[in-house]
């Protein structure tokens, strides 16, 4: 194959899809400078601050259920339309909320887009970006939604002094970016692999060449059509043993990811540092740092993703993030949690997170399943990792304040250590590998995650 790839396309193809991520990022983090504003005017207690914090989260749990079952009938593209629709008029009715019921009603929709997002945008970048690329291909959709997080704490930090209703228009800014999201997706194409799996396969291939060349989409066509032989599979498929295999790898990334506190610090980081006696002012200008310093080292990852790997950036990351929460569990318990020691210790978890697991994760999950079951299976680890989040974020602030610091911190830490544990023993390397050869990997070879992958072919 000596077709060049079309990078500037591919670059056009993945970031569209990846602007849905932006979405997600703006939608789980605008609420972290609303909240405070929300305890006002609804007289929440901590329980039902974290049913509103979390209410985004449930809605996000069907979302990604109901986008993986239809996604294989329907297309990416049309289901990201969809999304881009439902994003636009969900910020529009949160910020016109009249009372806490219609607030909930109106966040637990635009769960429903968050959901499916989380799901297809992934698949869509995944499915239109060759071996060589997926990996920093992948990485854009964490950039945007990292980009999505800090461009809410910002609008957060600008917006915060309009008054009573400044959380109104927090959530109303929202509409912005969807209509962009809508617009770029009308450019875009429907995947090769879709169009190939529904029968319209010159489409597919028109798309393949306009990617890699004629050679390249040659090539690719034959991998599709050799991994669509068999009958699209159903939900009893996930059972066979191959399958199996990668249907739990991605079950337990998801659970442990959320459950090593990744969400508690991007909703409830004014929380925490009011905790460790910040003022307000103070507490907001902190999640601008922390939005910067995620979107700097995500960015870090674009480079190193494809160089290094995924397992070792998961390892790596994982035994960071357990080192920096064991840090902040004995600076309670010495009396030390206050000041700027709370910053650098929150700065430094996030950026073992944003550098290696964050990436790696939403890089991973639709990589390890086979093309003919990829949207069903990706149902399992996205539904789990949003159940997951729900759980913790409505959680956080009883724990905190219940269970107290150190143990809430002395959680997330072990946590953090069972995920590094974790990948040393059951994840893969899938680095450079075309989707069809991971597939062969998984139903053909023993689980081997210290061994690179090694194709048939």
């Not at 079309?6 to 993945?14: K, R, S, T």
């Not at 396969?201 to 989409?217: K, V, W």
């Not at 601008?288 to 070792?312: E, K, M, Q």
């Not at 206050?338 to 550098?355: D, E, M, N, R, T």
Request: glycine share 8%; net charge positive; aromatic share 12%.
């Amino acid at each position: 194959m000596t077709d060049k790839t079309n990078l500037p396309y591919v670059l056009f193809l993945a970031i569209t899809a990846a602007t849905g991520g932006l979405l997600f990022g703006f939608d789980i983090a605008i609420i972290s400078g609303a909240g405070h504003f929300l305890v006002q005017h609804f007289g929440l207690n901590d329980l039902s601050l974290g049913v509103a914090f979390s209410s985004l989260l449930f809605g996000c749990v069907i979302g990604s259920a109901v986008a993986g079952r239809v996604t294989d009938r329907l297309g990416r593209r049309r289901i990201l339309l969809w999304v881009a629709v439902l994003f636009a008029l969900t910020s529009a009715a949160t910020g016109l909320a009249w009372s806490f019921q219609s607030f909930l009603a109106a966040r637990f929709l635009g769960g429903l887009a968050v959901g499916a997002v989380s799901l297809v945008s992934p698949m869509y970048v995944s499915e239109i970006s060759p071996p060589t690329l997926r990996g920093r291909m992948g990485t854009l959709y964490q950039m945007s939604i990292v980009t999505g997080i800090l461009a809410s704490y910002c609008i957060n930090y600008l917006l915060r002094d309009l008054g009573p209703d400044s959380w109104r228009w927090m959530f109303i800014s929202g509409v912005i970016p969807s209509v962009i999201f809508f617009a770029l997706l009308l450019l875009a194409p429907e995947t090769p692999r879709y169009l190939a799996m529904a029968g319209r396969r010159d489409e597919a291939f028109a798309i393949m060449e306009r990617i890699g060349g004629r050679a390249s989409a040659e090539f690719a066509m034959r991998e599709i059509s050799a991994s669509l032989t068999t009958q699209r599979r159903a939900w009893r498929d996930l059972l066979q043993p191959g399958i199996r295999r990668a249907v739990m790898v991605g079950f337990w990334l998801a659970i442990l990811i959320h459950f090593s506190g990744i969400n508690t610090v991007i909703d409830y980081a004014p929380r925490i540092f009011q905790s460790a006696g910040w003022n307000m002012d103070a507490a907001y200008l902190s999640t601008v740092v922390i939005g910067l310093t995620n979107f700097a080292f995500t960015a870090v990852s674009f480079w190193t993703i494809d160089r290094y790997g995924r397992r070792p950036l998961y390892i790596v990351g994982s035994l960071g993030m357990a080192l920096t929460l064991a840090a902040l569990t004995i600076a309670v318990l010495l009396g030390q949690f206050h000041g700027p020691l709370v910053l650098v210790l929150i700065l430094a978890y996030l950026v073992c997170f944003c550098s290696c697991i964050g990436p790696v994760f939403w890089t991973l999950v639709p990589e390890i399943f086979p093309n003919n079951i990829r949207g069903t299976a990706m149902i399992v680890p996205v539904l789990t990792q949003w159940v997951a989040n729900a759980v913790v974020v409505l959680l956080f602030p009883a724990a905190l304040h219940g269970l107290g610091q150190a143990a809430t911190f002395g959680f997330l830490a072990v946590v953090s250590l069972a995920q590094a544990l974790f990948t040393i023993a059951f994840v893969p390397e899938t680095k450079n590998r075309p989707l069809e050869e991971i597939e062969e990997f998984w139903t053909s070879k023993p689980l081997a995650p210290t061994k690179p992958l090694v194709g048939a072919r």
